[in-house]
């Protein structure tokens, strides 16, 4: 079973990125599936995830209306568009699987994780 991210890198404030997860080795149909992002001295956070279906979204209030994720179940892929950038969106990303259906907050309800994926912002 295996997560795998990409897309990170070095943008500057204001730019765009785009992360994607690849499932492999197992379906997640039925999984919520989220992004996460730790930035050095700090704890994993929540950036937005997906319920099972695709049919629900959900954000931190600080990526609301610059973030969108997706999720494609026939590729079984997970997308984050990261758009208008901040340099306090540095940090690592990493893709995960909840345990239920729909996203959850806490890193401790995530089953399966990505290695993650850098990104950072600054001019």
């Known amino acids: 079973v295996q997560l795998q991210a990409s897309g990170g890198g070095s943008v500057q404030p204001g730019g765009s990125l785009r992360l994607s997860c690849t499932a492999s080795?197992?379906?997640?149909?039925?999984?919520?599936m989220a992004w996460l992002r730790q930035a050095p001295g700090k704890e994993r956070e929540f950036v937005g995830g997906?319920?099972?279906?695709?049919?629900?979204?959900f954000y931190a209030d600080s990526v609301k209306g610059r973030f969108t994720i997706s999720r494609d179940k026939a590729k079984n892929t997970v997308t984050l568009q990261m758009n208008r950038v901040k340099p306090e969106d540095t940090a690592g990303y990493y893709c995960?699987?909840?345990?239920?259906?729909?996203?959850?907050?806490?890193?401790?309800?995530?089953?399966?994780w990505g290695q993650g994926t850098q990104v950072t912002v600054s001019s």
């Open positions: 080795g197992r379906i997640f149909s039925n999984n919520g």
């Open positions: 995960a699987a909840s345990r239920f259906a729909v996203p959850a907050s806490r890193p401790s309800d995530y089953s399966y």
């Open positions: 997906i319920d099972w279906n695709g049919g629900r979204t």
